[in-house]
């Protein structure tokens, strides 16, 4: 990786209907300008099913990943997840998180954005937190604006209400800037601070 390609690492975020519905949106913005990291591509978007759906159309093992943390937090507070949900598979349970999921995205406007900066991808997720924003870190833009969890989510058979997504990895990244943005849409600009911040 040279100077450039770190300079200018670049991810996906998406505020989710319930940040902009809170009226989050520029206080979320500005976090992360503040941090340092520059908005390239910005856009206000009411997504259908289909386009949410696209967007969390990850691989088995993710879906496995969300079924697993279920799991975790049930057997956290003592609860059944069998009686709660009807099984116990990883899979079983990520996919119908996965519908949950879906149907959070599509409920409303969300606002979707390329940052790009130093290590942008760690350091946004870094700065989102932890999945579950009753757990998330204080400090973290989960921790401190959220407090949904998953136990609870679960039972409601919806989605945890956690504000942000952020991409996970380079690949990721790329997969989902090229699914939000056409190329065009992405500018190319210099911060006045960028000088004396790195
Ligand atoms: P992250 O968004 O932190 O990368 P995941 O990719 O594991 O987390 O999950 C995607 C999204 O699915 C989460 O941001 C959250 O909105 C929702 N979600 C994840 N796990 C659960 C769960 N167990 N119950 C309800 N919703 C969940």
């Known amino acids: 990786m040279d100077a450039e390609a770190i300079r200018r690492?670049?991810?996906?975020?998406?505020?989710?209907p319930d940040a902009v519905a809170r009226g989050l949106t520029g206080t979320l913005l500005e976090r992360f300008e503040q941090a340092g990291l520059k908005i390239v591509a910005l856009?206000?978007?009411?997504?259908?099913?289909?386009?949410a759906a696209g967007h969390y159309d990850g691989p088995d093992e993710w879906?496995?990943?969300?079924?697993?943390k279920t799991l975790d937090s049930f057997a956290e507070f003592d609860m059944d997840v069998e009686t709660v949900l009807g099984t116990t598979d990883t899979y079983t349970i990520g996919t119908m998180v996965r519908g949950w999921l879906v149907d959070y995205i599509a409920s409303g406007p969300i606002i979707a954005m390329v940052l790009e900066g130093v290590h942008a991808?760690?350091?946004?997720?870094?700065?989102?937190?932890?999945?579950?924003?009753?757990?998330?870190?204080?400090?973290?833009?989960?921790?401190?604006?959220?407090?949904d969890s998953n136990t609870l989510s679960s039972l409601e058979k919806r989605?945890?209400?956690n504000m942000i997504h952020a991409s996970g990895d380079t690949e990721e990244a790329a997969q989902e800037i090229a699914y939000w943005f056409k190329p065009d849409e992405t500018v190319s600009y210099q911060r006045a601070d960028e000088i004396v911040m790195f």
């Not at 690492?9 to 989710?16: A, F, G, R």
């Not at 856009?43 to 386009?51: A, G, I, L, W, Y």
Request: net charge positive; no cysteine; glycine share 10%.
């Open 9 to 16: 690492e670049q991810t996906l975020v998406l505020l989710k």
């Open 63 to 68: 879906i496995r990943g969300m079924g697993q």
């Open 121 to 147: 991808i760690t350091a946004v997720r870094r700065m989102v937190g932890f999945t579950i924003p009753a757990r998330a870190e204080p400090g973290t833009i989960r921790g401190d604006y959220s407090i």
């Open 159 to 161: 989605s945890t209400k």
């Open 43 to 51: 856009k206000m978007v009411h997504p259908t099913k289909e386009k």
